[in-house]
């Protein structure tokens, strides 16, 4: 029997529609993989393949059904792992995220055990998802600390990220509930993705390819002069025999430099 070989999008709505399309079928979870369109560089002369398109409806259909079967929480986990960024030595070494997630779903849904499964972690494909869950819940919780908001001519708070793993909606959730009579954007340079919260309503996540950079850096006077003044604080408390590069990258990320006002170039 040849293995299916489903190409999803590397998306939670894409993997969600190839998980859809696995049930769909009917060939048998052990004649299934799941992988991205991304990681995908070789095809196998022994395997078929097929695209699957994003399905909106689809996709609804089988975030109900993991919501009842695994609960808030654990259908969260799911999410975080869908969301993971996956390194070039992980697609060539490790299971994809698609297909971990697709064996874990079916793995609980089998066994009626809902979000228990995820603790199997002796399970290749469950000990999977819980890594890459991790990775993206560490990222959005480092997040949350390092975010800065500025305030625009506007009035608009706004903060710019370049996260590894898509944190996006992580961030906009938190930020809506400590923020939610403020209008603010959340831009994420990586994934040229941003979201947008109005005043008391929530929030929208749209694709921005190409952003305005001068947009970016238009300051309210406020902003302007508490920017300086929170540069001379900095520089002010410094102790220049106690400087420790080493030890402030362990605590504080390079990667993360760029968007913190005292560590920009």
Known sequence: MSLHVLICENSIDGIL?????????????????????DRLDTYNLFCEYEEVPVDIQKVQKVSRTLLREFGQEGFR??????????????????????????????????RKEGARVL?????SYVNRVFQLSRSTYCESHHLLGFLRFAELENGVLFSQVHPKNYVLPLLADHFCDRLPQENFIIYDD????AAFHKAGASYLLAEVPEADRKFME?????????????LEFFRSIAIEARK??????????????????????
């Not at 799911?78 to 697609?91: G, H, I, K, V």
């Not at 402030?248 to 920009?264: V, Y």
Request: aromatic residues 12%.
């Open 190 to 193: 990586t994934h040229k993705t």
């Open 17 to 37: 529609s190839g998980i859809y399309r696995a049930y769909e079928s009917r060939y048998g979870h052990s004649s299934i993989e799941l992988t991205t369109a």
């Open 119 to 123: 603790n199997y972690l002796g399970e």
């Open 77 to 110: 986990t799911l999410c975080e792992a869908m969301s993971a960024w996956e390194s070039p030595r992980d697609c060539q070494k490790e299971m994809s995220k698609a297909n971990a997630v697709y064996k874990t779903v079916a793995l609980g849904l089998a």
């Open 218 to 230: 238009r300051y309210s006077a406020k902003e302007k002069e508490y920017r300086a003044l929170w």
């Open 244 to 265: 420790n590069p080493k030890l402030q990258s362990g605590n504080m990320p390079k990667r993360f430099w760029p968007d913190i006002l005292e560590m920009a170039p």
